[in-house]
């Protein structure tokens, strides 16, 4: 599997907030989720209850896609990643290091009990205009399509 420029690697882990847009019977949804990055596996992990609209969704439409930015009025600065992936909940030996790693970097999430999840990425397009004006890097899943998961 090809990996993405080290660059786009950066900005995520400097980042610990992403938004997840998901969609179902045509009405359009988004959340925001603490996450983790697993390198090894190209995937963000995050928890959240079985409970909310947005896992709700995700049990009709496992395809999503989301946001991570940096809030800046400075044009020069401006930097952001958007990215496109499937859900899956954790479970077995992947839940137990998932959580392992999730709770290193949020060790507060330990009062809660919920379920833990990743977002398997197919695509990012992160762009940086500290690399000039408008300048995109791309990275795409080599062997994946959103076909796959189509009826």
């Known amino acids: 599997m090809s990996k993405p420029d080290t660059r786009v690697i950066e900005f995520i882990n400097e980042h610990h907030v992403l938004t997840m847009a998901t969609c179902f019977d045509e009405e359009p949804y988004c959340a925001n989720c603490f996450y983790v990055f697993s390198e090894d596996d190209n995937r963000f992990i995050f928890t959240s209850d079985k409970s909310t609209k947005h896992i709700k969704d995700t049990a009709h439409n496992i395809m999503v896609a989301g946001s991570i930015v940096l809030e800046t009025k ?8 958007q990215f496109q992936g499937y859900i899956t909940e ?62």
């Open 74 to 81: 400075t044009i020069g600065l401006i930097r952001g990643l």
């Open 90 to 151: 954790l479970q077995g030996d992947e839940y137990k290091k998932a959580r392992k790693v999730y709770l290193k970097r949020f060790p507060y999430a330990i009062l809660k009990q919920t379920s833990m999840w990743a977002i398997d990425l197919s695509y990012m397009k992160f762009t940086d205009n500290r690399l000039g004006f408008g300048k995109k890097l791309i990275w795409k899943k080599n062997d994946f399509s959103f076909d796959m998961f189509k009826l």
